[in-house]
């Protein structure tokens, strides 16, 4: 079994930015697609944005242009710069292995909370 360890979040103002980092305890390089989560209080856990090995990438539509995610296979990484950041983004972020998410595959670290306020 994969784990993922997530860092980098905390308290920040409207506006402001963070760099989440998670890595894998297994070889990214066979991971395709790799994703950040986020769950909101009440909420369900929602994809933000993905990549795959290719660097092909996609978004969510509510943080188009804010946030970006990149991988770094030899040091098992994957990372997610968020830019111009708003109360609605205050979440738990976690990232997976997206392609086991979406069939299905349902074991997530601790994750990593953001919270975005004035």
């Known amino acids: 079994q994969v784990n993922f360890v997530e860092s980098g979040g905390g308290l920040v103002q409207p506006g402001g930015s963070l760099k989440l980092s998670c890595v894998s305890s297994?070889?990214?390089?066979?991971?395709?697609?790799l994703g950040w989560y986020r769950q909101a209080p009440g909420k369900q856990r929602e994809l933000v944005a993905s990549?795959?090995?290719?660097?092909?990438?996609w978004y969510l539509d509510s943080v188009k242009g804010r946030f970006t995610i990149s991988r770094d296979n030899a040091k098992n990484t994957v990372y997610l710069q968020m830019t111009n950041l708003q109360p609605e983004d205050t979440a738990v972020y976690y990232c997976?292995?997206?392609?086991?998410?979406?069939?299905?595959?349902?074991?997530w670290g601790q994750g990593t909370q953001v919270t975005v306020s004035s």
């Open positions: 997976n292995d997206a392609a086991r998410v979406g069939a299905g595959y349902n074991v």
């Open positions: 297994g070889s990214m390089a066979s991971q395709v697609w």
């Open positions: 990549t795959n090995t290719g660097g092909t990438t």
